[in-house]
């Protein structure tokens, strides 16, 4: 079975200090797709970025940057000068077949809580 | 207009009684989902359908059953709620063009507490 972990539980740091979510992944699939996904306190869940199991660079959006490494098996997420309204839920999920029809679900982690205080 | 739409956003209901949380999408998608979070656990998949005639239990399939009564519109329902089903309950829908790099779309989420 595939599993996503996100080891830390709980980040707690003060603004303008950088910060790493990591996420480690177990899968059998060659071709596969992770993600992550921010949730505010307000409760929606947002998506932040996808990656493909074939493409290993690193990708960065503003602050936001992802590291890959197939090797490891890690998508890990980091946010430079982190601000207060960073704070959030964080989720890594990687797509997993699903039933005899071709389909996909995601399987995530049990997401990291990030408090950036002032 | 929000693309996918959950109703309702709050409810709190009592033990044994049934209750029926709805979904709704614009995006035109096949694919639907139901997830339940609760804290520390992050989300599971409830249930989960590819089309209208297309029904899969997730992995805590257990006591909640569901509807899928057109493509825009899927409804998870609580037989007989009781109190460890209180938790946020997501709605998501996906391309089924993209198979799995599909990201999926939620509905803001309903909270449920069941007394």
């Known amino acids: 079975a595939q599993k996503v972990t996100q080891a830390q539980t709980e980040i707690s740091v003060v603004e303008k200090e950088d910060v790493t979510l990591d996420c480690v992944y177990e899968?059998?699939?060659?071709?596969?797709?992770l993600f992550w996904y921010k949730q505010p306190p307000s409760g929606e869940l947002v998506f932040l970025i996808r990656?493909?199991?074939?493409?290993?660079q690193n990708e960065i959006s503003g602050r936001y940057s992802w590291n890959f490494q197939k090797s490891t098996s890690s998508f890990n997420f980091t946010i430079t000068a982190s601000q207060v309204v960073d704070s959030a839920v964080y989720f890594c999920a990687l797509s997993e077949a699903v039933g005899s029809n071709s389909g996909y679900a995601l399987n995530f982690g049990k997401g990291t809580s990030l408090l950036v205080t002032p | 207009d929000a693309d996918v739409t959950q109703t309702p956003r709050n409810r709190i209901t009592k033990t044994g009684k049934r209750i029926m949380l709805e979904c709704s999408q614009t995006?035109?998608?096949?694919?639907m989902y139901w997830y339940r979070q609760d804290p520390g656990l992050g989300l599971r998949l409830i249930y989960y359908?590819?089309?209208?005639?297309?029904?899969n239990k997730g992995e805590i399939s257990d006591g909640y059953s569901v509807s899928r009564q057109a493509q825009a519109k899927f409804s998870l329902s609580l037989e007989s709620a009781i109190p460890n089903q209180t938790a946020l309950y997501f709605c998501?829908?996906?391309?089924?063009?993209?198979?799995?790099?599909?990201?999926?779309?939620f509905g803001p989420g309903t909270r449920l507490t069941v007394l």
């Open positions: 899968t059998r699939d060659t071709t596969y797709y």
């Open positions: 998501a829908t996906s391309d089924l063009q993209l198979g799995p790099a599909g990201e999926q779309f």
């Open positions: 359908s590819f089309d209208v005639k297309d029904i």
């Open positions: 995006k035109g998608h096949d694919r």
């Open positions: 990656r493909n199991s074939f493409d290993e």
